[in-house]
């Protein structure tokens, strides 16, 4: 394969990308399917937005996300079995149960681990070492700029943890499960080993409690484009929408079998981060996965970062045995 | 072996009728492509075909099934098509609720160890949050009509009022999460999708395969 050059890389040289906007599918259908795939997107945005700035005190709350945040799915699940961007990512009752699977144990499980020695146990650790009114001129902002801020400051965090990871090897080793994912659907998001999500900070709401509606704001956000990145279904979301968040299309590229495909798309909403350090690439592959598209067991997914640390650890500093030596 | 009153959980058979005159190698040959997927390996006698595969592709048609034996047994109008075959997948989810279960019953074991926050920590978030709440609203929001924050001193009183509720019996449930930490409904309700999904997985993984083995023979 020759791969497409895109700044000093070569991208799709293992496995095929499509690079450029311009060479990516549209969806086809009549007017009004066309209007739906094209608007939908901003629309929930600007729904979500406008509903968390005018709700009242008592229906602003997290619990009323998290019913919101419910609902989405289930309507997510809906597009993806009405309207799939590939067949060969069709959801099926197994991929299914997986998937829930790693839903079910980061709500209860990893939440719980999480209170006690995990982010919530730092966080709490840190608010009280810390005079928060010291944060009144931020409280003083207009409340988007405070949504903005929260949501961009978070997300530039997690680019940096995201390319981390694909850059050490013992950050790699959390968060391999993942990329062995071979299709996007609603609830793959979920699917790796548990202790990512602690290093990823799933809890970093709780920072916010101080400002409720700004950080119910900025959860808006990631969830009206977070939700994009690992779904089956086709958009054609506006040219301004693909410039400045994660798209379906930015993170295929990301889940790609292609070695460099896979080291672009790291940020979660903002993909203007990527595009500030170089590590952007606009198109999207169908060919996703790790080790030519192998399906990691959901036991080896639990295990693996311990495994392949201690495999990787023995191989670094184990005993080598002495080399032989070919008599000649 | 494991016993036939509880192996159906994992465990499933059925048959489909070969069409007249349909011999035993054509219907093989006609079912060949599915056990030449990736990671699969399959023997084959005269009438019986057994095969077995690991690492399945979700977009493998069989991805459920681990090992299964097919075999072809004639009769008196035409032979039949007889099939047992296995799959962890609907085990495990058989037994998920279980285990969701189980972290529920551990969550609320974990909740009455917890001890609640002391009341100077209580106090010292108390008043940075009563300084926060007391800087003004940005003039833009005021313009756009946000409602206001809700100040401390009322979501007191609307604590204590709960609480008053509470003390009459009326809401009991919520002063008993306060004292106990996480709840465990999260767990049950994943106890009860995996469940709903198996049951529903049970059913119709049985109807797929039968549908994917009758049109393969039928040679589509
Ligand atoms: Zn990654
Ligand atoms: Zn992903």
Known sequence: ?328 | MTPRFIDWIWHIRGNVALAPGQSSEEAFERLSPLFQEINTSHERTDDTLTFRKKKQAPQDKMSIFDWGILAIEPGVDGSTLRYHLTSRALLACFLAPFLFLAIGAATVGIGTLEKPPTAEAKKEAEAAEKKLAAVPMNPIDKFLGAPEPEKPDEKKKKEEAEKAKAANGKDKKKEEEEKKGPSPTPAYVFAGIFATLYVGGRILEDWLIKRLFRKRLAGA
Request: aromatic share 16%; proline share 5%; glycine share 10%.
């Open chain 1, 1 to 328: 394969m020759d791969g497409v050059r895109v700044g000093n890389r070569i991208i799709g040289a293992d496995s095929p990308v499509t690079v450029g906007w311009e060479n990516i599918p549209k969806v086809e259908g009549g007017p009004f399917k066309r209007a739906f795939f094209t608007w939908f997107q901003p629309t929930m945005l600007l729904a979500l937005v406008a509903f968390w700035y005018y709700a009242p005190n008592d229906i602003a709350k997290a619990s009323t996300a998290i019913w919101i945040g419910i609902g989405v799915k289930l309507f997510m699940m809906a597009l993806e079995v009405m309207s799939p961007r590939h067949t060969s990512w069709n959801i099926t009752w197994k991929e299914l149960v997986t998937d829930l699977f790693y839903v079910g144990i980061s709500y209860t499980l990893v939440r719980l681990a999480g209170k006690y020695f995990g982010d919530d146990a730092m966080i709490e650790l840190i608010r009280n070492a810390f005079d928060w009114s010291t944060f009144a001129w931020f409280v003083a902002l207009p409340l988007l700029l405070q949504a903005f801020l929260i949501s961009f400051i978070f997300d530039f965090g997690q680019y940096w943890m995201h390319r981390g990871m694909h850059n050490w090897h013992p950050l790699w080793l959390t968060h391999a499960p993942h990329h062995y994912i071979t299709q996007l659907n609603v609830h793959k998001g979920a699917v790796g080993n548990p202790v990512e999500l602690f290093l990823i900070g799933l809890g970093i709401g709780g920072f916010f409690d101080f400002l409720p509606r700004a950080a119910l704001l900025a959860g808006s956000l990631g969830l009206a484009v977070g939700i994009y990145q690992h779904i089956n279904v086709r958009f054609n979301s506006p040219s301004w929408w693909r410039f400045l968040f994660n798209t379906t299309e930015h993170h295929s590229v990301h889940h790609s079998q292609d070695y460099e495909g896979s080291r672009s798309n790291y940020s979660g909403t903002w993909i203007i981060i990527d595009r500030m350090f170089g590590t952007c690439v606009d198109g999207e592959a169908e060919l996703l996965g790790m080790e030519g598209g192998r399906r990691m067991s959901v036991g080896e997914t639990m295990v693996y970062p311990f495994t392949e640390g201690w495999r990787s650890f023995k191989e670094r500093f184990g005993r080598r045995e002495p080399v032989a030596v070919p008599a000649e």
